[in-house]
């Protein structure tokens, strides 16, 4: 009797612990199972891409600085008009506002951007004229660690959204060597075809050869060069003239001072334009 409870007690055992294994192992799949499905849904396939910083260049209170400047310039381009928005030693040429409402801006935003870098950008704003025109302003900014954005100087009436564009670091100075008197003539003949034209070939006989120029086509008509002055010092081969000059608005009669960076060079004894970008002084 007592063999036959032994044997019973040891069957009963036996059936335990099977059934105890048998529940460890689903318990144990159970619990792979809820760390693999939550391992699949909670850790990404890849791992994210760090945001980058936004650029100071393209951030809403540059553009934002950019837009009005552009507004205020083409509304009243009068040095006293435009003083509040210029960075400290900047300065812009002469101007007289519009006779008419034609240039009376109906829309403005920016349409382009180069970042150069140390808080300095140019940005372009497509200006949208209340005569269905549209203006393309080159504005050269810089914007300092606390934030502050200003002017660095009369922007540049440019071709089209994607115009390159750069401000000055360097001081303008008096143009170095013997070439000065055909630089300031090639610039002379070059600034008047290049606001006038309207095929980038009449400008051929201008560029060096490999050169693309988009000119503005009559957009707004040349008036004067009120200075010709180097970037950089230096006699060489490659030269960066600082333009600046008076253009009119034929529709509302206003006079603008602009500003163009033009990248010369010399081959044959003779200077070309290789590239022209909006500038600040």
């Known amino acids: 009797m007592r063999h036959e409870v032994s044997n019973k007690v040891r069957s009963s055992n036996s059936s335990v612990r099977s059934l105890l294994r048998g529940t460890g192992r689903v318990a144990i799949w159970t619990v792979l199972g809820l760390l693999l499905i939550r391992g699949i849904v909670a850790e990404p396939t890849a791992t994210p891409p760090i945001a980058a910083e936004p650029s100071a260049a393209v951030d809403p209170p540059s553009s934002a600085f950019a837009v009005r400047f552009a507004r205020a310039y083409l509304a009243d381009p009068s040095g006293a008009a435009l003083a509040p928005f210029l960075a400290e030693g900047a300065r812009v040429g002469t101007g007289t506002p519009p006779q008419s409402e034609a240039a009376d801006v109906a829309q403005a935003e920016v349409s382009g951007v180069r970042d150069l870098g140390g808080g300095r950008a140019v940005l372009t704003v497509a200006c949208e004229l209340r005569d269905a025109r549209t203006l393309y302003l080159a504005v050269p900014i810089v914007r300092s660690e606390a934030g502050e954005v200003a002017a660095l100087g009369a ?125 600040g002084s």
């Open 155 to 279: 922007p540049s009436i440019v071709a089209a959204p994607g115009e390159p564009g750069a401000d000055s670091i360097e001081r303008p100075q008096a143009i170095a060597g013997s070439d000065a008197g055909a630089i300031q003539g090639l610039v002379g003949k070059f600034l008047p075809e290049y606001l006038a034209a309207s095929d980038a070939g009449a400008l051929s006989y201008f560029l060096a050869a490999g050169a693309a120029v988009e000119p503005l086509g009559g957009s707004v008509r040349f008036q004067a060069i009120t200075g010709i002055s180097q970037l950089g010092s230096g006699e060489g081969p490659s030269r960066s003239v600082l333009a600046g000059a008076r253009v009119s608005d034929p529709a509302s009669g206003a006079v603008y001072p602009v500003a163009y960076r033009l990248e010369l060079v010399k081959r044959g004894g003779r200077w070309y334009v290789e590239a022209v970008e909006g500038a």
